[in-house]
Structures are given as C-alpha cells and as structure tokens.
C-alpha cells in the first residue's frame, strides 16, 4: 500500500468532453471525476458509448480532432495537463503516462520490426543508441516473458499471435518507465486463457515497478480480480464508486445493479441475467435507438413481472439441480437430427484445421462448442452450415448424408431451410444496401419462393416480432439500428425459414453484457418455442453452462471432452479443459492477490 | 533470406503468367493492323503514278499476298528468333530504330515520374496533415489543374513562358542543341552517358533540354499521385499505429515520416507503376512537341504511313514494359511490406 497523501497521482475534476459532429456538439463525458494514487490500480467499467475510452484518451490528450477537452481540469503530479504544450505533452506520453490499446496488432506498426518499435518508444525519451536501443528492447521483451525474445526482435506483428503483441505493447508502455499506465480494453479479443496470463503479467509488472494502472473494460468480472477500487460509468458520468467486493455484492446504483446482473457467473441462469427483459412490451418498443434504455424502465421501478428466482444479488451457489428456464432437457427418446462422424478439414500446406471429430445433436437440443481461437469450433460451424466443404467424414442431417453435396450446391437442397447460422458480427453479416425487412424477407424469398405480397409482409413482421424487432424499424438500414437490433435482424433472418437447427457462431461476442444478456433470453426463449436445436458456438464459457445442455471441448481441431454441461463445468475431466475454466473471470469471486 | 526467396519465387510466377497476355497482345495487334484500311504496298510504292505490276511487286514482297494466318505464323517465327521486320519509313530494322529510340523515351518517362513523385509526395502530406485548411484546398487546386490541361497546351505554354518569354530553356528541339557533341553511347541515357563521359557540360546541356518536356508529363500525373498520398496518409495518420506512436511520445518527424508515411507509400508504390506505364505510352504528345525522338513518336509516324511492322514491335514492346514494370513493383512492394510474402 502506498502511504496516504495529500496529492494523487492524477486527479480528473469535472471533466468535460465535446466532439464537434455533423448533428452538431455531443457531449460524450459530462462530469467525470475521480482520482488515481501512485501506485493504485483504478477500474473503469461501462458498456460501450459509456465514455470510459474518451476519459483516457482525453487524460493522454490523444483525442480525434473533432474531441476537445471543453471543462474540467486534469491534474497530473499536480500540473493541470489540460493546458500543456505539445510540448510538454511529448515529454509526458510514453515517460509518465503511457497506454495500452485493444487489438494489439492493429496498435503496433505492421512494417517495422517489434525490436525497432520498443527501441523507437525509449529513444524518444533518452538519448542512447540504435545499438543500445536493441539491447533494451531485448531486456523488456524478456520482461514480458516472451518466449525465445531473440527471435522475436526481429519479428513483425503479422508474426506473432494477439498475446503476444500485447505483450510487445505492454513492454512499449512500460519502457521509460512512466508513473501511470492506461490500459483500454487490452484484452478484449483475446483468448479466456490469454487474457489471464496477460492481465497476470500486468498486475505483476505494475506491482514490481510501482506503477499506477487504470484499468477500463466492460468486463466487470476482469475488473473485480484485478483493480483496488472500481468506477461505473454510464453515459458519460462516473455514477458509483467502490471497492470491487462492495460494488458487486451490493450495488447502489440501478445502473451498476443492471450491469451485475447481466453479467454471466459461474451459477447464473438466463432468467437471471435481465430480468426486466422477460416484458417484451418494455424492451422491444422501446422507442430509444440504444438497447440501453431498460435501464430507465427498471430505475422507474416499473417492471413488475419479476421472474421467480431473479434477484439482484448474485445467489449462493445454486445446486445442479436448480437450472432456472434455461435448459429444457429433450426426452431420451429424442431422434438424433444431426450426427457429425469423424469429420475433417484441411487447408493448404498441411493445415489441420478440425481433425476427426464426431458428436451429435438431438431434435431440440442444445450443444455448445468451446475452444480457443484456432481450436476449430468456426470451422465446424461453417462446416455443419455446409458454407464449406469437408475433407473427410459424414455428416448426417435426419439421417440424410449432407456432406456430399458440394457446399456451393446447397442452397439448392431442400435442407438448406433447416440448417440457418447467425453470425458473430451482427454489421459485419447484414448486407448494407437491405435494410431490416429486406434482410429478413431475403431466405424467405430465396428459399420458399415467397413473392412480394401481403404474406411475405406479415411473416417478416411475425419473424421480427418473435425476435423483439419492433416492427417501426424495419424500414431501417444496418447503420441506422444499434448493435443489439443488428443482432436481433440477424436472428430473425435466420429463424424465417423456421429451420430445425440453428447454428450460432459466438453470437454475442460483439454485444455489450446488458445486450448479450437481452439476446440470449431470446434464443432460450425462440428455442423452446419452436423446439430449435442450437450449435453454440462461443468462446464465453459461463453464456454456453447457461445456454447448453451438453458442451463439446475443443483444442487444436480435436474434441478433448465431451459431456454435460453441468457435470462438465462442475468437474472437469482433462487438463485443457480446467485450464480453460480457470481462467474465467468470477464476478466478486476470491481475488488473486 | 526466406523472404528473398519467396519474393523470387512470387515474382518468378507473376512473370510466367503473365506470359499468355502478352502472346495475346501479339497476335490481336497483328490482326488489328490487318483490319485497319490502308494498303502499305500502295503507301509504298513509289509513287501516285505506280502501275499494278509494281504494287503487286511489292506485295509479295511484303509476303502481304499470302493467307492471313500464314502470315501470322511467320510473324510469329519472326519474333521468335528476334526478327520485328523492318520500318518501311526509315528503311532500318524495327528492332534497331527501337533499341535508339527507347532510351530517349525512358529518359523522359524516368525524369518525369521522379519530377512526379518529388512533387506529389509533399503535397500529399501537406493536405493530410492539414485537412481541410487551406493547404489542402491548394493542393486540390492544383491537381485538378493539372488534370484538366492537356499535355500539349502545358507543353506549349511552358515553352512560351521559359523559352519565348523569359529565355531560360533552351530551343525545345529534341535530346540536345546541334552544337553540343553526343557522348559516346553506353546506355542510351544521355545524363548518364554525359556523366559517364565526365562531360558536365554536355550533362548540363542534356539536362536543360530534358527540363519542359519532364515537367509536362509530370504536371499531368501528379494529381493522381497526390490525391493517392493524401488518402493513403489520411488512413495511416488516423491508424491505431501512429496513435500508439503518440502515446509513448515519439517525436512528431518521427511519427509523421518513419510511421505513417512510410505505410502510406505502400499504395502510392502501387500506382506510381501504373503511372508509369501509361506515361510511357501516352506521351506522344510530349514527343511531338518538344521534339523528342522518342518510341511513341516513332510507332506514330509509322502508324499515319500504315507501316505495320513499327507498330506492332512497339505495342510488344510496350506489353513487354508494363509486364517488367508490374514485376518490379512486386518486388518492391514485397521488399517494403514484410506481410505480403505470407500470403
């Protein structure tokens, strides 16, 4: 601990940030204060749009042109740096204040060798040579235990793995020494197992060079292992303050009560996670663009229909048993609709990417696929989607061999209506020039051969409806509709067809937790409805505990472990797998140091 | 050295497929000329008064009485053993009047992109480090004006304002004054066989005369350089990148050439190769003005007295340049950008 004193390291004062916008002035932060001492590590949680990233930009002054600091002050070691010169700045980036940014790769020149760059953020504040530089950079790679950091000195980004170019931006930040180190969001992205070893790293190198860290993320349970104290922010404003247990286990603010109870743990159900979003009328047609507005409906108090079982405070441990609506087992009897045998897939030059893997999924069932990037499981989606071909083995849809039929040929089987994917990127997957209707009216034109006309109208109004698109923003084109509604057209568009197997490639992976949340009670809900069978594909091992049945763990192409859910998170069978859950963040859960 | 390797190897197989287009090119401008009227055997014999005996003389001679396809195999042998016939208008092999000719062109080609490239560059980065100001608006002034003038009236005006008006350049006819002695040719390059020589004042000679016309080829393609740096130096300045670069401090000079700049030659590599090509082509217009015995006037002339063989050795020729030049762009773009030898 530090020892009390009268001067924090840095202290925001009522901060104002402005961006100039066609629509005019937008005020992002409206109000934000708080303090960090030498030596703390402050968090910053909220959801996106919150403005926790144009607080730390605006405390690195690195804002875009179009954002100014318009009040407030900003008090680094007591020098207001509000006003400095470029100057001053220049001296103060990288030497007492420096960041580390989301997607690492993107944050590190693609044409300069690592070495170079490292070398680059030393000799900006010191005056050594390149061959000085070289013999620092080495020494900082190791100290962000790279392997063999020889060879990676003269790597380029391309060359190596997200984690590890974090951990190149980590030993950029940390060269010259600087007192307070700003992480934003720096491992969103990366992998459950990646992300601890380099928060790990973080936390050891903070704690040994006596360097303040602000933490911002929207991930509350990264927040609560590893900061001291911990900021909420919402809409611009920091709206409750606390140490992490205190903030979790007793949130004061509505806000902050939402945000926990959205975010999945180790023992919550579906139900639990937004309880307010179980009365459709108060979400769906809500007339706010933002997914965030049934904040203002639980803070009215107004949502009366609380599900049983769906309290703000996280619950004790729920036994097995206790599975909330979140499964609804299929009876034993059930008829296998989809058997996967032995599949594999090659690429060129000897690329494995799934390696003889097998498992099956019953009519109604929920199966979740799990693994790490580059474990497989997008590859066996695409292939079970029969949006690519298999090297090998069956795949058996009713008992009808699908992987025969060459992937471009597909869409011509009468099959292709019962096998539909919604797609990680909710934007990414929605054709810009459609707009909602279009977008949902597409399968059913292709696919049933439904022609413009009253009928078409009111299936993708139902389709719509069923999904919580309010049927208003159907005229809408993608970049008119929030991340949420995105996800939502996407879902209704690929329940249009009624299929019977819905595969769902990391759904929610780009959503905030009160949106995931949002969502994710809506395919429970679709599924139970309509007896869909899912393929959940996700990285989020909590969201799949709450979403599947039985889980399939996957680690470089190959299954490692297969089972029920519950039984499979509850006790592990193989090492990969409990490295895996290990690494998860638990809200509140016992701290790592 | 993996990377050298595969830098060969890539542009080893860019070459060899491109290989085809260019035995199109052979054979669609072989048959182009066939289809264009005119009849060379009347151009050519000796004059209005001719008889039909002669004209049918000269035909055969020209092998023009044989079927279309067998003279498109006999071309075709001709070039295989690197025969291009022989211009009717000069009397010399094609190959010949080529090999003294294209020097002259490349000389021009070369200067011109460099004068191009030396002026695009700067304002590029001007206006996407001031977006939006002034500087930037200039820029766009002057682009568009260079764009819109055609290269025969910046040409001429050049040649009013620095040789009528002011004096400054020489007579604008041709590679050099006839009062100054040719260097003895070693590559065909003036300015280096002048500096070869240890001739600077014929070099000074050379490089006066070289001047106007370089500067009215490059007025014509500095615009689409400019523009190519300016949102190229946008993107990278706007990169996650050159953000990290200012949040540990580098200093500006820094950031603003060894981070963004360089990253935003990438494309500019891209279309300064294509720049070239069409320069090389397109500047007959510059060749007639100033003079210039270039390629281009040349395939012209012969193409005015339906004189095939010129022609056609001077669209090979020019396949055969755009075909090195893409190679060579390859090359550096795989040398300046470590991920493209991954793909």
């Given amino acids: 601990m530090t020892p009390p004193q009268s001067l924090p390291l840095l202290a925001i004062d009522d901060l104002h940030v402005t961006f100039s916008t066609r629509r005019g002035l937008v005020e992002a932060v409206r109000g934000v204060s708080f303090s960090v001492a030498a030596g703390e590590t402050l968090g910053v949680v909220g959801e996106s749009g919150s403005g926790k990233s144009v607080t730390a930009f605006a405390v690195t002054r690195l804002l875009d042109a179009s954002g100014r600091v318009s009040q407030g002050r900003i008090r680094f070691a007591g020098e207001d740096i509000t006003k400095a010169s470029s100057k001053q700045l220049r001296r103060l980036h990288g030497a007492a204040i420096s960041m580390i940014f989301q997607n690492p790769r993107g944050a590190l020149n693609p044409i300069r060798t690592v070495g170079q760059q490292i070398a680059d953020a030393i000799m900006a504040h010191e005056p050594i040579s390149s061959a000085e530089g070289r013999a620092r950079a080495l020494e900082l790679l190791k100290a962000v235990l790279i392997r063999e950091p020889e060879k990676r000195l003269d790597a380029y980004p391309h060359e190596l793995s997200g984690g590890m170019c974090q951990r190149v931006m980590i030993a950029m930040a940390i060269a010259c020494a600087p007192k307070l180190l700003i992480a934003d969001e720096p491992t969103t992205g990366l992998d459950v197992t990646t992300q601890k070893t380099v928060m790990d790293l973080l936390s050891k190198i903070t704690a040994e060079r006596g360097m303040a860290m602000i933490l911002i993320t929207h991930d509350l349970g990264l927040a609560s292992r590893y900061c001291q104290r911990v900021c909420v922010m919402e809409q611009g404003k920091v709206v409750e303050e606390a140490q992490p247990l205190a903030l979790f286990s007793a949130p004061q603010h509505p806000y902050t009560k939402r945000l926990v109870a959205a975010s999945p743990t180790a023992t919550s159900t579906i139900a639990d996670l937004a309880p307010e979003a179980l009365a459709p009328s108060a979400v769906s047609h809500s007339p706010h663009p933002e997914e965030a507005a049934p904040a203002a409906v639980s803070k009215d108090g107004l949502v009366v229909s609380e599900p049983p079982g769906a309290s703000f405070e996280p619950k004790p441990a729920a036994s097995p048993q206790d599975e909330g609506s979140g499964k609804t087992k299929p009876a034993p009897g059930t008829p296998l609709l989809l058997e996967v045998q032995n599949l594999v897939k090659r690429y060129d030059r000897g690329v494995v990417a799934v390696n003889d893997v097998s498992f099956a999924i019953r009519a109604g069932e929920s199966l979740g696929l799990v693994g790490e990037s580059g474990s497989g499981k997008s590859t066996i989606s695409r292939l079970v989607c029969r949006l690519i071909d298999a090297s090998e083995g069956e795949i058996l849809f009713d008992g009808q061999a699908i992987g025969t039929l060459p992937a471009r040929d597909f869409h011509r089987s009468p099959l292709r209506k019962d096998i539909q994917i919604v ?15 279009d977008c949902i009216a597409h399968p059913l034109r292709r696919l049933l051969n439904m022609k413009d006309g009253a009928a078409l109208t009111a299936r993708v109004s139902e389709c719509a409806e069923r999904a919580g698109l309010p049927s208003s ?6 970049h008119q509709l929030s991340g949420g509604q995105k996800a939502r057209v996407g879902i209704a568009r690929a329940i249009a067809c009624r299929p019977r197997l819905l595969i769902l490639d990391e759904p929610t992976a780009a959503l905030d937790v009160s949106v995931q949340a949002v969502i994710l009670q809506l395919l429970d809900r679709l599924r139970r409805e309509d007896d869909l069978a899912l393929l959940f594909v996700s990285h989020d ?18 299954i490692v472990e297969q089972g029920e859910s519950l039984a499979l998170f509850a006790a592990p069978q193989t090492e990969y797998a409990r490295t895996l859950l290990e690494a998860v963040l638990h809200l509140g859960g016992p701290t790592a140091r | 050295m993996s990377q050298l390797s595969t830098t060969a190897k890539r542009a080893g197989w860019r070459f060899a497929s491109s290989l085809p287009a260019l035995f199109g090119v052979l054979v669609f401008t072989f048959l182009l000329m066939r289809v264009l009227p005119g009849d060379p055997a ?7 008064s001719a008889g039909k005996e002669e004209i049918e003389m000269i035909r055969k001679q020209m092998g023009l009485d044989k079927p279309v396809p067998e003279q498109l195999l006999r071309y075709l042998g001709d070039i295989g053993s690197g025969n291009l016939g022989r211009s009717l208008t000069t009397g010399q092999p094609v190959l010949a009047d080529l090999k003294s000719r294209l020097p002259a062109s490349l000389e021009l080609t070369f200067s011109a992109l460099l004068i191009a490239l030396l002026t695009a560059i700067p304002l590029g980065v001007a206006a996407a480090l001031r977006q939006g100001s002034w500087v930037d608006h200039l820029v766009r002034f002057i682009c568009a004006l260079g764009v819109c003038v055609p290269t025969f009236v910046s040409g001429l005006l050049l040649i009013y304002a620095f040789y009528y008006l002011l004096g400054l350049a020489p007579d604008p ?3 050099v004054d006839i009062f100054t002695s040719l260097p003895p040719r070693a590559t065909g390059f003036l300015l280096i066989d002048f500096a070869l020589a240890g001739d600077w004042e014929g070099w000074r000679a050379a490089a006066a005369q070289l001047v106007l016309p370089a500067m009215t080829m490059a007025l014509f393609v500095v615009a689409p350089l400019a523009r190519i740096t300016r949102a190229a130096m946008l993107a990278s300045l706007g990169s996650d990148f050159v953000r990290t670069a200012r949040s540990l401090g580098l200093p500006p000079r820094k950031v603003i050439v060894t981070y963004a700049l360089r990253n935003a030659l990438l494309p500019v590599l891209t279309i300064a190769g294509i720049v070239f090509s069409t320069m090389l082509g397109a500047n007959v217009l510059v060749e007639k003005v100033f003079s210039w015995p270039g390629v281009a006037s040349y395939a012209l002339d012969a193409l005015l007295s339906s004189d095939y063989a010129p022609v056609q050795g001077f669209v090979l020729l020019m396949a055969s340049i755009f075909v090195v030049v893409n190679l060579t762009v390859d090359v550096l773009y795989g040398i300046a950008d470590p991920r493209v030898s991954v793909e």
């Avoid at chain 1, 797609?423 to 909602?436: E, G, H, I, K, V």
């Avoid at chain 1, 091992?541 to 190959?558: F, I, K, P």
């Fill in chain 1, 541 to 558: 091992l909590n969201v799949v505990r709450m979403m599947c049945e039985r889980t399939v763990v996957m680690q470089n192409g190959q």
């Fill in chain 1, 473 to 478: 923003l159907l005229e809408r084109f993608p």
């Fill in chain 2, 173 to 175: 006819t041709g590679r």
């Fill in chain 2, 42 to 48: 009347v151009f050519f014999a000796s004059g209005p």
């Fill in chain 1, 423 to 437: 797609f990680q990127d909710p934007t990414d997957s929605l054709n810009p020039r459609f707009n909602a209707f």
